[in-house]
């Protein structure tokens, strides 16, 4: 008696699949908030001489604009020490960060202030911000929209 061994068919279980909810894995509270950053380069010939980037954030809607970072940067230079200004619409200029020695990446040197996040200062819509290089006439600014 000729017999043929079948294979068991393994059976195959399917876990259903869950489906993910239609809104997005940030938290409500995080879509509130506008981050955006700005930058600038300044001075003549190739390069950022000085450069700024600031990152400002805001609730939509709000007229207020927080400053969570500073970033500046000298292209060409060994070393240099640097600061940021702040100018509120129709104010003075004021400090927003002291004099920082700037540290050498390369061909350019940078310091920064701040911290990333919802931190920092409020300053109204349409302040300026600046960096300055200490010894350089030429600032590189941002406006905060």
Request: net charge positive.
């Given at each position: 008696?000729?017999?043929?061994?079948?294979?068991?068919?393994?059976?195959?279980?399917?876990?259903?699949?869950?489906?993910?909810?239609?809104?997005?894995?940030?938290?409500?509270a995080a879509r509130?908030?506008?981050?955006?950053?700005?930058?600038?380069?300044?001075?003549?010939?190739?390069?950022?001489?000085?450069?700024?980037?600031?990152?400002?954030?805001?609730?939509?809607?709000?007229?207020?604009?927080?400053?969570?970072?500073?970033?500046?940067?000298?292209?060409?230079?060994?070393?240099?020490?640097?600061?940021?200004?702040?100018?509120?619409?129709?104010?003075?200029?004021?400090?927003?960060?002291?004099?920082?020695?700037?540290?050498?990446?390369?061909?350019?040197?940078?310091?920064?202030?701040?911290?990333?996040?919802?931190?920092?200062?409020?300053?109204?819509?349409?302040?300026?911000?600046?960096?300055?290089?200490?010894?350089?006439?030429?600032?590189?600014?941002?406006?905060?929209?």
């Amino acid at each position: 008696m000729n017999r043929k061994i079948i294979p068991a068919v393994l059976a195959v279980v399917l876990v259903p699949v869950a489906v993910a909810p239609s809104v997005s894995a940030e938290p409500a509270a995080a879509r509130a908030y506008v981050d955006t950053r700005a930058t600038d380069c300044a001075g003549p010939g190739s390069g950022c001489r000085p450069g700024i980037v600031v990152h400002h954030w805001h609730r939509r809607g709000a007229q207020a604009r927080g400053v969570g970072w500073v970033y500046a940067s000298r292209e060409g230079v060994r070393s240099g020490t640097a600061r940021w200004l702040v100018k509120k619409p129709g104010g003075p200029w004021k400090t927003g960060g002291g004099w920082k020695r700037a540290a050498r990446v390369g061909s350019f040197v940078e310091t920064s202030w701040g911290r990333d996040g919802h931190t920092g200062p409020k300053y109204p819509r349409n302040t300026k911000v600046c960096v300055e290089f200490r010894g350089l006439s030429t600032k590189a600014c941002v406006t905060l929209k």
